[in-house]
Nanobody, 123 residues
Framework: QAQLVESGGGLAQTGGSLRLSCSVSRGGLGNAAMGWFRQAPGLHREWIAT??????????IYANSVKGRFTISRDNVKNTVYLQMNNLKPEDTAVYYC??????????????WGQGTQVTVSS
């Protein structure tokens, strides 16, 4: 069971940037795909980005809502996954979570979640 700790959230203005981090313990990243999700008030948690764990897969995959603005990356030495968020919009306001998948492709996400980190974008 992974332990996930997200950080880096805060308040940003429209058009601004933030960089989120997710530290993974109890097994690290290994070959597992890593993903970022977010949950806005009153809405379900939604997937936004995946960094796959092995060659042969598309290395990064993004939801259309963040494609071209967000970049996911992983550091297997530091057991940390990042989400660089640029050109932020008010609709990006949400609690952001990371997840370590049960496979390398990101087709099976685990039930392990961290506490999340709040991102608020002002207009």
């Amino acid at each position: 069971q992974a332990q996930l700790v997200e950080s880096g959230g805060g308040l940003a203005q429209t058009g601004g940037s933030l960089r989120l981090s997710c530290s993974v313990s109890r097994g690290g990243l290994g070959n597992a795909a890593m993903g970022w999700f977010r949950q806005a008030p009153g809405l379900h948690r939604e997937w936004i980005a995946t960094a796959t764990g092995m060659s042969g897969y598309e290395p990064t995959i993004y939801a259309n809502s963040v494609k071209g603005r967000f970049t996911i990356s992983r550091d297997n030495v530091k057991n940390t996954v990042y989400l660089q968020m640029n050109n932020l919009k008010p609709e990006d306001t949400a609690v952001y979570y990371c997840n370590r998948a049960r496979d390398a492709s990101g087709s099976r996400w685990s039930d392990d979640w961290g506490q999340g980190t709040q991102v608020t974008v002002s207009s």
